[in-house]
């Protein structure tokens, strides 16, 4: 196809959803003189994290995505002084129910105390589909309406679809971190809202003359 006889234009849509479960990044971090205590340390931390956030939601799909161990050291009298070691391991937590969310954090905070961090927090859809759907739908003719006018405006009209590329941005929004002593203090409320799951799609279609059938395929 001469591309002087096509029109690549691009449609964007949107449909909301609403989330029904959620995710968070929760780490356990520990300073000590030896390497070997800071790691047990850190250890035994995470292994208490595991059995606190388990017990309140059996649910959770829990998996290990780091862990570290280095030296801290300070530049002291013209020389690299050691200071000790840090150590830390990263656990992600996923298909947490929204119900148990604040729990959740609830029980990490008090298990974990001064040595957790939550890195981040996440609502996420577990079954997006009908949602994209209806987002590529309206996408698509998003694209056509578009590629439509610029056709009329050129004297000429479209044809049938060429090729059709999908991308699609990543909808999963962290939200701010808040603090640790709150969060213990209290029950945490955390609100789900909604999500707008957006599709976006690069369409090249075959430009006609008026009377001009589509080619055949």
Not at 89 to 103: C, H, K, N, Q
């Amino acid at each position: 196809m001469n591309h002087n006889n096509s029109i690549t234009v691009q449609g964007s849509a949107s449909a909301s959803a609403v989330p029904d479960t959620m995710s968070l990044s929760l780490a356990v971090e520990n300073h000590h003189a030896q390497a070997a205590e800071a790691f047990e340390q850190v250890s035994a931390g995470a292994q208490s994290l595991i059995t606190a956030v388990l017990s309140v939601a059996p649910e959770t799909n829990l998996s290990t995505s780091g862990v570290t161990l280095s030296a801290r050291t300070a530049w002291r009298d013209e020389m690299n002084v050691l200071l000790g070691y840090d150590a830390s391991t990263t656990l992600e937590a996923t298909s947490v129910p929204l119900d148990a969310i604040s729990a959740v954090l609830a029980a990490a905070v008090e298990t974990g105390g001064d040595a957790l961090r939550i890195h981040s927090l996440r609502s996420e859809v577990s079954d997006p589909i009908s949602a994209l759907r209806a987002a590529r739908e309206l996408a698509f003719n998003d694209a056509h309406t578009k590629a439509a006018e610029l056709a009329q405006l050129a004297g000429r009209h479209l044809g049938q679809a060429l090729q059709i590329r999908e991308t699609g941005p990543d909808s999963a929004v962290p939200l701010q971190r808040a603090g640790l002593r709150a969060m213990a203090a209290k029950s945490m409320p955390v609100l789900a809202g909604s999500q707008e799951l957006a599709v976006n799609l690069e369409i090249q279609w075959e430009l006609l003359d008026h009377g001009q059938a589509p080619a055949e395929d």
